[in-house]
T-cell receptor, first 115, second 112 residues
Framework: KAGVTQTPRYLIKTRGQQVTLSCSPISGHRSVSWYQQTPGQGLQFLFEYFSETQRNKGNFPGRFSGRQFSNSRSEMNVSTLELGDSALYLC??????????????FGAGSRLTVL | SQQGEEDPQALSIQEGENATMNCSYKTSINNLQWYRQNSGRGLVHLILIRSNEREKHSGRLRVTLDTSKKSSSLLITASRAADTASYFCATESANSGYALNFGKGTSLLVTP
């Protein structure tokens, strides 16, 4: 069974640009979550999608957005990049609601560097 | 905001020794999970303990949960060099809206 696949794995952007990250969940997983990981703030929740609907969003500015497609694949977009957006962006999928608990299977992450 | 706080921040032990990491949290929870992360890659789920459980085992892992103290501990017995990683606790609450709240992690180094 293939794991959670994130692309691209590494990318470098400059301030003001925008970026789109992609995530393919485990087959059969319909819930997809995104987290931002930085040395200073640790892991912070960005958003969660289920059946193409955003069910929750973390405390991030509107420059951070996402969507989920009918095949459960998800993308997140960050516009007008700032230096502070440099981070490891982690996508995770889960069997919610079937599992009864939100046990996450993570991808390897997309490491974004903003210059 | 961070719900869980791990202690210690860093731990260095030798192979064969036991490693104990602690996690404290602030609000009532449905469950608490532990994850491992190797070298800035994705996290791997290790074990889940529900709020009505006090102890769980999985292989060399033992997790305890004390809801009265809002704390949990992860014990790794007979550590191996391959256990070198960062370990995070994550809490799921009834009102967390499918978000897990992660602590900042304990960095474990196991030397041969």
């Amino acid at each position: 069974k293939a794991g959670v696949t994130q692309t691209p794995r590494y990318l470098i952007k400059t301030r003001g640009q925008q970026v789109t990250l992609s995530c393919s969940p485990i087959s059969g997983h319909r819930s997809v979550s995104w987290y931002q990981q930085t040395p200073g703030q640790g892991l912070q929740f960005l958003f969660e999608y289920f059946s193409e609907t955003q069910r929750n969003k973390g405390n991030f500015p509107g420059r951070f957005s996402g969507r989920q497609f009918s095949n459960s694949r998800s993308e997140m977009n960050v516009s007008t990049l700032e230096l502070g957006d440099s981070a490891l962006y982690l996508c995770a999928s889960s069997l919610l609601p079937a599992a009864g608990a939100n046990v996450l299977t993570f991808g390897a992450g997309s490491r974004l560097t903003v210059l | 905001s961070q719900q869980g706080e791990e202690d210690p921040q860093a731990l260095s032990i030798q192979e064969g020794e036991n490693a104990t990491m602690n996690c404290s949290y602030k609000t009532s929870i449905n469950n608490l999970q532990w994850y491992r992360q190797n070298s800035g890659r994705g996290l791997v789920h290790l074990i889940l303990i529900r709020s009505n459980e006090r102890e769980k085992h999985s292989g060399r892992l033992r997790v305890t949960l004390d809801t009265s103290k809002k704390s949990s501990s992860l014990l790794i017995t007979a550590s191996r060099a391959a256990d070198t990683a960062s370990y995070f606790c994550a809490t799921e609450s009834a009102n967390s809206g499918y978000a897990l709240n992660f602590g900042k992690g304990t960095s474990l180094l196991v030397t041969p």
